[in-house]
């Protein structure tokens, strides 16, 4: 960030002290403020998330109470929306590492100006994907048993209990970051790099250390042949590197066209130039797996075949993978023409193109097929039910809110409209 | 401020109390007491459900941490539960496994001819779900002359045997290597020292990674809170396998533990007509698991899965 002017209280500087107990809850309310503050599309938006989140929270109390029978999920197809949901974040989460690299490794000054976009975007996914994997567990009342100490912790053996390890983790250390950042900033003084940069390094492993856990979970299962595959993590990093920078790109573009934050031309092109290499081996990667799973024919397969082709007459996901290769391949072309790409409108339909070809592909080109044929090679097809989407769509704008009031108080302290002074 | 208000100063209104507000900090006050209201209103269901829930249970350790009284404790409870829920007087065990034993399963796949009185059996001893006629079992016919699962289906409803099939029933295979238990996050299902896998249904959170790491379709979560009618309920139960489950937990096959630490046979084998099935102990060389296992051509299903199972499957010629 560029340095900020020294404006330090007179009390502070002369005393050489920081009034942390004071300054801190003052820093605190008006970030809170800050974010519920703002013009009429500003309230209208925040309002109707917050009506969603409600209808989802409210869908989520019915399921608590009803069972897990209101859901779509049976004992053939066990995991659904919501799984697929928080694989799908968790990339998104991870995502945001595309802008760190550039900002903090090669010290892009452009990048490091909104470089904070991506890790508050990383603070809303984890927290989407805390709650994703929450509405799933039957029993959310037994969350203590996961605890380590308090419960039992099947660590090392179980791969969820290094998830829940890496993404708690990454949310700790995006919400240091950016606490810190904002804090001094809002100090009026500079922040010292010892207490951030080596947080800053961890996250750039981190990053990828959540979405390679994430995708051992699934690449683990022998049972699963579908996902019992060495190309799994690459997939799940390559896919998160295009998800992610999307998003990020759309975000820029809105607050440039909403907020007065300075951002630069050059930090987009650079996350433009990021995509352009991830969108490409993502579509790689979807033809090597196609390839392998089709070129042998052995009965492995059958997940494959009815994802692509449909499997003894059922074939519901199949117009929905194709939709999304289309959508990856159209936006791949679109990210890809010197002549389109120049221009804003067709960069900002090509993010919004690929971003929802890589929610399909991960969800149910991904998780659903994984469980069908079942084991036993029985076809129990899925579709998630009013309930799902409810709580589903409520955890997205639950996000969406906390990523807007985070930005718009970011906003704010960096103009410095809020300030200790203030 | 952005340049929204083109008013100097912001509308004021009086207030009791409060004095001077202005009109827009009214409005969010406002705002947030209808939010907080509708917050209220949407999670009231699921806080009522969560306070339904009692200390006890709510906080009860893993089965493995409790010591005898405490589990004597648990017991007494679930009972009482059971008798305030149903009306009905069940006794639940909490049986150890015999020393020196090691359960194995076999099926004669040239005997069974696919009638289905095994899962019968089953969904009435271990007090399964009426509506969904769950079971632990499934029976898959399949085509002669493959042992392709592909070529199988479990959904047939004609006499049996059919021609051309052969009839092939899987349950849990009890690994020795068991994919569900290197996956549970909380250690909710564990092996015990006779081979069975089990779960402590007062621990399971619902994740359901167990069942998706199953090779075998073996699990079965309670996707709802059983519905087993007071009268046909099976009182003769046991903590870690057949005690009526809570909507919200994996279940699956313990070989009805409940029974053969007792010294009885499983459900499902009393309940076979044929004679297909065959179960013992695998460490006593005397039994008849054993003799079959020396003189069968035995294997074992998706034996390249590495599970181990305990569960053999063989043809008489």
Request: charged share 15%; glycine share 6%.
């Amino acid at each position: 960030m560029p340095t900020p002017p020294q404006t330090s209280s007179a009390y502070e500087l002369e005393h050489g002290q920081h009034r942390h107990h004071v300054t801190y809850p003052k820093f605190l309310w008006k970030c809170f403020c800050a974010a519920t503050d703002g013009g009429p599309l500003f309230y209208a938006w925040m309002i109707f998330l917050t009506v969603v989140t409600l209808v989802g929270l409210s869908a989520w109390s019915h399921q608590v109470t009803e069972g897990m029978a209101v859901t779509g999920m049976s004992d053939h197809v066990s995991w659904g929306l919501y799984i697929a949901n928080f694989t799908f974040i968790v990339g998104l989460a991870a995502g945001g590492v595309m802008m760190v690299i550039p900002a903090y490794l090669y010290k892009d000054r452009n990048m490091l100006d909104v470089v904070i976009v991506g890790e508050l975007l990383a603070i809303a996914s984890i927290i989407m994907c805390l709650l994703f994997v929450t509405v799933d567990m039957g029993r959310p009342d037994r969350f203590w048993h996961i605890i380590p100490v308090i419960g039992r912790f099947n660590f090392p053996l179980s791969m969820l209990t290094w998830d829940v390890i890496v993404l708690n983790g990454y949310l700790l250390i995006n919400l240091h970051i950016c606490g810190y950042l904002l804090y001094t900033r809002f100090q009026g003084r500079t922040p010292k790099a010892k207490f951030y940069l080596p947080v800053v390094f961890l996250s750039i492993f981190w990053a990828i250390s959540i979405h390679t856990v994430t995708a051992f979970l699934y690449s683990g299962l022998g049972g699963r042949p579908l996902w019992n595959s060495a190309l799994l993590a690459p997939r799940f990093l390559a896919s998160a590197f295009v998800s992610g920078p999307a998003f990020i790109i759309l975000t820029l573009y809105i607050l440039r066209r909403l907020t007065d934050l300075p951002i630069s031309e050059k930090a987009i092109k650079t996350l433009l130039q990021i995509l352009r290499v991830t969108i490409l081996i993502n579509l790689l990667m979807i033809v090597s797996e196609m390839f392998t799973e089709f070129y042998s024919g052995t009965a492995h397969t059958a997940s494959a075949r009815y994802l692509y082709f449909g499997l003894h007459g059922k074939s519901a996901l199949v117009p929905w993978i194709w939709s999304a290769i289309a959508m990856n391949v159209i936006g791949a072309f679109l990210l890809l023409s010197p002549k389109l790409s120049k221009k804003p409108s067709w960069v900002q339909l090509a993010c919004i193109l690929v971003f929802f070809a890589i929610w399909i592909e991960k969800g149910m080109g991904l998780i659903i097929p994984g469980f069908i044929p079942s084991t036993l090679h029985e076809i129990v097809e899925y579709a998630p039910t009013i309930t799902e989407w409810k709580i589903t769509l409520g955890i997205w704008a639950f996000g969406l809110l906390g990523y807007s009031a985070a930005l718009k108080t970011t906003v704010q302290v960096l103009r410095g409209r809020v300030s200790v002074n203030t | 401020m952005t340049t929204q208000n083109k008013k100097t100063e912001p509308r004021s209104i009086t207030l009791p109390v409060l004095g001077q507000v202005t009109r827009r900090t009214a409005l969010k006050a406002v705002g947030a007491t209808l939010g907080i209201a509708a917050f209220g209103k949407a999670a009231q269901p699921m806080i009522e459900n969560f306070a339904s829930i009692s200390p006890e249970e709510m906080f009860q350790k893993h089965y493995k941490e409790l010591d005898e009284s405490e589990r004597d404790t648990v017991l007494k409870r679930l009972e009482t539960q059971s008798k305030e829920e149903y009306g009905v007087d069940v006794t639940i065990r909490d049986l150890p496994p015999l020393p020196g034993v090691k359960y194995g399963y076999a099926i004669n796949l040239s005997v069974c001819n696919g009638n289905g009185e095994c899962m019968r059996a089953c969904h009435e001893e271990n007090n399964h779900d009426r509506d969904s006629n769950q079971s632990y079992i499934r029976v898959l016919e399949m085509q002669q002359g493959s042992m392709d699962m592909e070529k199988g289906t479990t959904t047939f409803t004609h006499a049996v045997p059919a021609e051309n099939k052969f009839y092939m029933p899987v349950q849990c295979q009890q690994c020795d290597n068991p994919p569900c238990v290197h996956v549970c996050p909380v250690e909710a299902t564990w092996t015990e020292k006779d081979g069975i896998v089990v779960v402590d249904y007062n621990w399971c959170i619902g994740c359901r990674y167990c069942e998706a790491a199953c090779p075998y379709h073996a699990r079965r979560f309670n996707w709802q809170t059983p519905n087993v009618p007071s009268e046909q309920i099976n009182p003769d139960q046991g903590y870690l396998s057949n005690q009526i489950r809570p909507a919200g937990v994996m279940e699956k096959c313990t070989f009805c533990l409940h029974r053969v630490r007792d010294g009885r046979l499983p459900a499902c084998l009393e309940a076979c007509p044929t004679g297909a099935r065959v179960f013992g102990n695998l460490l006593d060389p005397d039994s008849e698991i054993r003799w079959v296992l020396k003189n069968k051509r035995v294997f074992l299903l998706k034996e390249d899965l590495g599970t181990q199972p305990n569960f053999f499957y063989y043809f008489d010629r």
